[in-house]
């Protein structure tokens, strides 16, 4: 049909997002609108240690749409749409989740990181702009895994490597923040970190994590 030209639609990707109650999945778009933070989706973040005093940390791949570069932590995913990553149960979904992804991310086989060592401590909703093209708006299930792993980096996802002390932990934030060695952290894992991520630490050493778990919160974080 001739007439005005129409206005051009802004360009969608696929992903997968979190129910108005936060506890469902369901199937979502992100917009590529400026300034836009649109629905909240649904994320697995993981805090990967190697004992209770070493914590790894991943530098994400300069290829990645959102936040290139930064370091941040272990391994993040979201949820897909097929059954084993849609069940509530005991956060057995968001378990598979980040299994899956511990595996495209940094070559964890399954058998290595079995799903019932995964503990949900906690969710946080948080917003965040990246580069003026992009916004996050994550609702996002915590999990913390101590093993003694065996890493293999996919460098299409995974830039670069550590694990740090406390001590070592707060020296990154403190470069970061003064714009030190061009360290940068991902906006969630700075909120994390100055939020939540040493209490659940003190929990961990103490071997009293279980009771700091709390998955019915939704700690709501901005920058």
């Not at 991943?58 to 290139?68: G, I, L, N, Y």
């Not at 079995?114 to 994550?138: C, I, N």
């Amino acid at each position: 049909m001739k007439g005005r030209p129409s206005a051009p639609r802004p360009r969608l990707t696929g992903e997968f997002a979190a129910g108005d109650s936060g506890h469902g999945l369901g199937w979502g778009l992100f917009l590529r609108i400026p300034g836009s933070v649109g629905s909240s989706f649904c994320d697995v973040t993981i805090l990967l240690l190697f004992n209770c005093s070493s914590f790894y940390l991943q530098q994400r791949s300069a290829t990645k749409v959102t936040f290139p570069s930064v370091w941040s932590n272990s391994g993040c995913s979201h949820p897909l749409y097929r059954e084993s990553e849609l069940i509530q149960e005991n956060d057995l979904g968001v378990r598979n989740a980040a299994q899956r992804k511990l595996l495209d991310e940094l070559g964890i086989p399954a058998e290595d990181a079995p799903v019932d060592q995964f503990t949900p401590v906690g969710r946080m909703l948080y917003m965040a702009p990246s580069a003026g093209k992009w916004s996050e708006h994550e609702r996002t299930h915590i999990l913390f895994l101590v093993r003694d792993v065996k890493l293999r980096p996919n460098p299409d996802e995974v830039a670069g490597v550590r694990y740090v002390s406390r001590e070592q932990l707060e020296e990154l934030v403190r470069k970061a923040d003064a714009g030190e060695d061009g360290v940068k952290l991902s906006p969630w894992f700075r909120l994390m970190a100055d939020n939540l991520l040493i209490g659940w630490w003190d929990h961990l050493e103490k071997g009293t994590l279980s009771e700091a778990a709390d998955m019915q919160t939704i700690h709501s974080l901005k920058e």
